[in-house]
Each structure stands twice: as C-alpha cells, then as structure tokens.
C-alpha cells in the first residue's frame, strides 16, 4: 500500500503565507518606472535644494526685520525725547537742597 502524504501547513504558516502572496500581489499592480523613480529622486533633491537656501538666507532676512525695527523704534524714543525737551522744565531749589545749609 502506497501512500501519498499530502502535508497540510500548521495554521501561523497558512497565515504567513497569504501575506506574503497578498505582499506580492500588491507589488505586482503598483508601475515602476525609470520615470517614477526619477520623479522621486528629484523631488527629494529639489527639497534639499530649497532646504539649504533657506537655511542660508533666514539669517540675513531675520538680521534685516530686527535692524528694521532697531531703526523704528529708535525714532520713536527721540520724537519723545524731542516732545520732552522742548518742554519748559522747572526746577524747585529748595526742596532739591539738602536740611541743614
């Protein structure tokens, strides 16, 4: 009597085994191209790209908004300045005298 074995897959490698199958099959249906790929390439490239301008330039646009304000406000503290000087100032002798000369 001949027997022929049929091995029946413990379940976990029934499993893994439609996963790898749906893994593959899903591969299968997404395109690869040379052009995706250099679609990819090239927008990682173009983000580092723009990634060091901005790096490079943020520090001078900053220096220059702060060096803008520096200057606003600095106008603003001698138009008060001015507004305060122009004024007639008086001064009190004996109360700013010290008692007892």
Do not use: C
Not at 5 to 20: C, L
Not at 44 to 73: E, M
């Amino acid at each position: 009597m001949s027997t022929n074995a049929i091995s029946i897959p413990e379940p976990e490698e029934r499993v893994e085994s439609k996963i790898a199958e749906a893994i593959f099959d899903f591969l299968g249906r997404i395109p690869i191209t040379s052009q995706t790929i250099a679609q990819k390439v090239g927008v990682r490239i173009t983000q580092r790209v723009i990634g060091k301008g901005v790096s490079r330039w943020l520090p001078i646009v900053g220096a220059l908004g702060v060096a803008g304000y520096a200057y606003y406000d600095t106008g603003q503290v001698a138009h008060t300045a001015t507004e305060l000087f122009q004024q007639v100032i008086e001064v009190d002798l004996e109360e700013s005298l010290p008692e007892g000369d």
